[in-house]
C-alpha cells in the first residue's frame, strides 16, 4: 500500500509509530488461521510512522510483523481505524487504540509483562546467593515467591476475563491463563459468550472443542466402572 495513503470507506486502516525503525524498513500485515499465515499487506516505515489498509470479513487475530520472530498479534474486524504504537525492536509490546479488542489487548499486554520485573528482580536475589551458604534458604524463599506472584496473575487474568467477557482476544487469555482442565469455567464462559457474538468462528470452534472434549473426560471419569 502507499504510505499513509487515505482508506476507501469500505477498508479497514492500521497506523501509527514504530519507534527506532530505519526509513524503508518494511513492515507486514498477516492474517492467522489455525494452521497458517496469510500476508495482507505491506508498507515501508517512513519517519518512524507506517499505514496499512485491508478488508476483514470477519474477526480475527492478525499480525503485524517485521519478521516471524518480532511481531504484534491484534484482534480485528471489518473497517476498524486503529492506531498502533511500539518500538522496532520489540512489536509484542505495543500499546493500541481505535476499538475495544486493541484497547483490551493493550491492558492484556499490561497484566502479562507485568510480572517481569519482579521475576527478573528474584533471579538476582538467586545468582547472588548461589555458592554461599544462604543459597537453598534464598531459593525456598524464591520459589514461594515466585509462586505468589503466578498466583496474582492468575487472579488479574480471571478478573480481565470477569470484566470484558465480551472481548475475542480473550481467547489469548485462556491460554496465558492455563489449561481447561483447570480452568473449565473460564473456557466455558468465553466460548459461549463469544460463540453467540461470532457463530461458526474457527478459533471459536477450537475453543467449544476443547471445552466439549473436557466435559465429556469429566463425565467419563465420574461413569461407574462396570
Known amino acids: 500500500s502507499i504510505l499513509l495513503a487515505a482508506c476507501s470507506v469500505d477498508e ?4 501509527g509509530t514504530i ?3 530505519k526509513d524503508g524498513q518494511w513492515l507486514f500485515l498477516e492474517k492467522l488461521t489455525l494452521n497458517d499465515i496469510e500476508k495482507v499487506d505491506s508498507c515501508q516505515i ?3 510512522s507506517f499505514s496499512f489498509n485491508y478488508k476483514a470479513n470477519y474477526i480475527n487475530f492478525y499480525r503485524i510483523s517485521e519478521s516471524d520472530k518480532n511481531y504484534g498479534l491484534i484482534a480485528i474486524q471489518d473497517k476498524d481505524t486503529i492506531v498502533f504504537n511500539a518500538d522496532i525492536s520489540s512489536l509484542v509490546n505495543f500499546q493500541a487504540s481505535g476499538s475495544k479488542e486493541v484497547e483490551g489487548n493493550t491492558q492484556l499486554l ?3 509483562n507485568s510480572i517481569k520485573p519482579k521475576t527478573d528482580s528474584l533471579k538476582i536475589i538467586y545468582q547472588k546467593s548461589v555458592g554461599t551458604v544462604e543459597e537453598s534458604i534464598v531459593l525456598e524463599r524464591i520459589r514461594k515467591r515466585y509462586d505468589s506472584i503466578i498466583l496474582k496473575q492468575k ?3 480471571k478478573r480481565f476475563i470477569d470484566e470484558n467477557t465480551n472481548l475475542f482476544i480473550n481467547l489469548i ?9 483447570e480452568y473449565f469455567n473460564y473456557y466455558e464462559k468465553v466460548s459461549s459468550n463469544l460463540d453467540s457474538l461470532y457463530p461458526n468462528n474457527f478459533w471459536i470452534n477450537d475453543i467449544k472443542e476443547k471445552v466439549l472434549s473436557e466435559k465429556n ?3 467419563g471419569a465420574q461413569a461407574p466402572n462396570f
Not at 479497514?12 to 497506523?15: A, C, K, P, R, W
Open 12 to 15: 479497514g486502516n492500521i497506523s
Open 110 to 112: 499490561e497484566i502479562i
Open 217 to 219: 473426560t469429566a463425565i
Open 155 to 157: 487472579e488479574d487474568l
Open 19 to 21: 519507534t527506532n525503525a
Open 173 to 181: 487469555t485462556l491460554q496465558q491463563l492455563g489449561d481447561v482442565s
Open 46 to 48: 517512513k519517519d518512524e
